[in-house]
């Protein structure tokens, strides 16, 4: 009888021996869809610099297929994509659905908002996570902080804008919050996919365009066609966003989930530090190259117009909505407490002592 006994005993330890190793040996592999077509400067390396990463801290036990918008034909459809588990993950800007989960939108930025190290310190330090998570947990998802392109130009325009007058009847590609309030002003505001923007300038069918910054801007080559580059006020910190169906999530271990973790806040950090140098080099080549393109600032009128409406279409949102007003009041409160430190600092430092 003992004997049997310690058959079994040892028949148990090899099977959970087996099970161990088996588990360590596990390999996952996730899909993951981006707004982005191939090869796309920034945006794209960051989703592959992802998958690198993950696949080399997971000694190979975890991998992720990048898709690019040309393989899944939806670019603004990354949510419904992940949501649906179509996708394990997507990479994306959450603005873009604002017609879907409003709240979303203001994860991406707010007008006149935060900058980007402000925006990374309200997610992480100001409780912007746990408000993502509200917004994104009704819907199956996780949402992470996926890059930041920093402070994004206004646009590119045929014409010089000297008024809010100039604005009415504009035809102008601008997505998110700020496309309400320049559609507030008169604009005919459309969203067209990035692949297509290029084209809708060039044929006319729109008059102006605001895409990102010079790094992503002249390749694309909006420079050609508009001559007037306006400084921006629309998107001050622009994040985009990693999400992962739920589902997903929760078969991964623990360690991988930690990884992905890992990976995604890298991820991040290098688009934005990327951002900042390739945009450095492309203005510098912009100008040498193509001394036709004025830099310009939009008039105080204008801005203030801005301004004003954005205030307004803000507070109807916080009015009608409990977790709208949650979030926007979340961001300008924050803004309120690190905004005095950025203009003793960082602000002060650039009109003061930097110089050009």
């Known amino acids: 009888m003992n004997l049997r006994k310690s058959f079994f005993a040892a028949v148990a330890v090899a099977a959970s021996a087996f099970s161990a190793s ?21 945006l794209g390396e960051t989703t592959e610099h992802f998958a690198d ?4 801290m997971s000694d190979g036990r975890l991998k992720v297929r990048v898709d690019a918008a040309n393989k899944h034909k939806a670019p603004f459809g990354i949510f419904d994509l992940v949501r649906t588990g179509q996708y394990d993950m997507g990479h994306t800007a959450s603005y873009y659905y604002k017609g879907t989960i409003p709240n979303a939108m203001y994860f991406t930025t707010i007008p006149f908002g935060l900058i980007a190290p402000e925006m990374y310190a309200w997610f992480y330090h100001g409780g912007g996570m746990e408000l993502m998570q509200k917004v994104y947990e009704p819907h199956g998802l996780l949402s992470f902080p996926g890059g930041n392109t920093g402070n994004q130009m206004g646009g590119w325009f045929r014409k010089e804008i000297n008024s809010v007058e100039d604005l009415q009847g504009l035809k102008m590609r601008t997505p998110g919050f700020a496309g309400e309030v320049m559609s507030e002003l008169g604009v005919a505001v459309t969203n067209l996919p990035p692949g297509e923007l290029y084209t809708a300038l060039e044929r006319n069918t729109i008059d102006a365009l605001e895409w990102v910054g010079p790094a992503l801007d002249f390749p694309m080559g909006f420079h050609q066609i508009a001559k007037y580059y306006y400084s921006g006020w629309q998107e001050p910190g622009a994040e985009v966003q990693f999400l992962i169906n739920n589902k997903t999530w929760e078969k991964l271990p623990a360690d991988l989930q930690n990884i992905l973790k890992v990976a995604m806040r890298t991820a991040a950090y290098d688009m934005y530090i990327q951002s900042v140098h390739e945009s450095g080099v492309a203005w510098d080549k912009m100008q040498e190259d193509y001394p036709d393109v004025t830099h310009k600032v939009f008039p105080p009128e ?11 279409l803000l507070a109807e949102a916080a009015e009608k909505d409990p977790l709208a007003k949650e979030i926007i009041t979340s961001q300008r409160d924050y803004l309120k407490q690190v905004r005095p430190w950025i203009n003793i600092s960082d602000k002060a430092y650039l009109n003061s002592v930097a110089g050009e």
């Not at 990463?53 to 080399?56: G, H, L």
């Not at 801005?303 to 307004?312: F, G, K, M, N, S």
């Open 22 to 42: 088996a588990l360590a040996q596990e390999t996952y592999t996730l899909s993951l869809a981006q707004t982005w077509g191939p090869n796309s400067p920034i």
């Open 53 to 56: 990463m993950v696949e080399s």
């Open 302 to 312: 204008v801005i203030e117009a801005l301004r004003e409406t954005t205030d307004r």
